[in-house]
């Protein structure tokens, strides 16, 4: 799987020649899912929200030296404990690893460069 699946972060890597940076992931999901940085800290569990807390949790695991305490710490108050963070992170890694189609493979597949 490619790295930058999220628009802009590729180029982003590629023109700069740098590491990606947590902000960098955290704008291009919260774009993508039209949802503002304050509503995914907030305890809202829609299912949108949740969904894009989880593939931002799986992407700052992947693509960043952050560990799940530091996740937490900058989600928080939205999650308040790493097994969430866990979770999210081994959901994603399922959905994307799975024989069928579903939700989340449909997001990157729409969102990969």
Excluded: W
């Excluded at 039209?34 to 700052?60: A, F």
């Amino acid at each position: 799987m490619n790295a930058y699946i999220i628009p802009g972060l590729k180029s982003k890597v590629n023109k700069l020649k740098r590491k990606v940076q947590v902000s960098d992931i955290e704008n291009e999901v919260l774009s993508y899912f039209k949802l503002s940085p304050e509503i995914i800290r907030t305890k809202d569990r829609n299912h949108k929200i949740v969904t894009t807390r989880y593939v931002l949790c799986y992407l700052l695991r992947k693509h960043t030296s952050m560990t799940l305490v530091e996740i937490v710490q900058y989600l928080s108050p939205a999650i308040s404990d790493h097994s969430t963070v866990v979770h999210g992170v081994r959901f994603v890694t399922g959905q994307l690893s799975a024989k069928t189609d579903n939700e989340i493979k449909d997001i990157f597949n729409e969102i990969y460069i």
